[in-house]
């Protein structure tokens, strides 16, 4: 596998509710121009869906935080490819759907339940958020794609 061209998806999370931890779920759906089906974060908007270094996640677990699978908000848990590093407009296939990435990182202005609890949170400067251009089925094991 390709570092820099392919990975492959650990977790899908989703939540009800915004500023909370999403659970991990066998199968979700992206729909085009909406996000992940179901997903509090899902609407007409450039952050429709968020996804999150795994490796990076395992690192902050390694100074003792213990976060789990969509702890830090993150729809799509990746391992495989360097997500920081791939400029906005740049394009992700998920088996037949298509994102595009819209934003790296995020100001976090009312600090999220991770950092409440360990006084630190990664998805402001390791998460990317996308749009959905093309929907389909997305599940763990999946290749993801740098188009």
Do not use: Y
Not at 37 to 55: F, M, P
Not at 127 to 146: C, M, N, Q, T, Y
Request: charged share 25%.
């Amino acid at each position: 596998m390709d570092r820099q061209k392919e990975g492959r998806i650990v977790a899908v999370c989703l939540s009800e509710g915004k500023g909370t931890p999403k659970a991990p779920v066998a199968e979700g759906r992206l729909v085009a121009d909406h996000g992940l089906e179901g997903d509090a974060h899902a609407g007409r908007w450039h952050r429709q869906v968020s996804l999150l270094d795994h490796g990076q996640v395992l690192d902050f677990n390694r100074r003792g935080a213990g976060v789990g699978h969509g702890d830090f908000g993150e729809n799509i848990l990746v391992s495989g490819l360097d997500l920081k590093d791939i400029p906005v407009g740049t394009r992700l296939r998920i088996g037949g759907a298509i994102l595009e990435v819209t934003q790296i990182g995020k100001e976090c202005h009312s600090h999220c339940q991770i950092f409440a609890r360990v006084g630190d949170c990664i998805m402001p400067r390791e998460g990317i958020f996308a749009k959905v251009l093309s929907g389909g089925p997305v599940r763990a094991g999946d290749a993801i794609e740098v188009q």
